[in-house]
């Protein structure tokens, strides 16, 4: 049951991503101006401090999002740890390729992702361990954002929905 207090917030990233195993155009090496909304719920707003009658801070919202999917994502490209043969391309050249992907592997168990601009441009390259399909990148940036939104809410507020649009006409979206 949804609470009575809604709150939501958007940014926008640019990033490159392809999907491996597409049938169509979307195997290849393309971009999209994604849309990153999160929606906060709270059953009563703070009663005294900074956040007095808010869910959420829109600026702690906004914070979360920028650290957990700005950072990471924005003018850089999203690619699949299985996708070999694109990884193959990001690696930095004089690297022995085989050990720059076991590091990116261990970066993705251990935290969900893996960053770096050690790339054969220095481009930046976010690795992560499914397809980074619209719906995908809907769960991981919802995991990446609930615990922060408890937090910067002092529990009052949870994170129900993160909507992620790929184009202006479609979207994903992940949530309770």
């Known amino acids: 049951m949804s609470a009575p207090y809604r709150i939501s ?22 971009g999209h101006r994604y ?28 914070e979360e999002m920028l650290r957990a999917v700005d950072e990471p994502c924005d003018h850089g490209f999203i690619a699949a740890l299985a996708d070999m043969e694109l990884l193959t391309m990001f690696a930095p050249p004089g690297r022995d390729i085989a050990e720059w992907l076991a590091a990116l592997e261990i970066q993705v168990r251990e935290k969900g992702e893996a960053v770096t601009t050690d790339t054969r441009m220095k481009t ?26 408890r937090e910067r809410s002092g529990g009052a507020a949870r994170l129900v929905l993160v909507r992620v649009f790929e184009t202006p006409n479609c979207a994903a979206e992940y949530g309770e």
């Open 124 to 149: 930046k390259l976010c690795v992560v361990p499914f397809q980074p399909t619209a719906e995908c990148l809907a769960r991981h940036w919802y995991v990446k954002l609930s615990g922060p939104v």
């Open 35 to 62: 849309g990153i909304e999160a929606v906060c719920e709270a059953a009563s707003l703070h009663h005294d401090g900074e956040q007095t009658d808010m869910v959420l801070d829109f600026g702690f919202l906004k």
């Open 9 to 30: 917030r958007r940014i926008d990233i640019d990033a490159g991503h392809r999907i491996m195993t597409h049938g169509s155009k979307c195997r290849h090496i393309h």
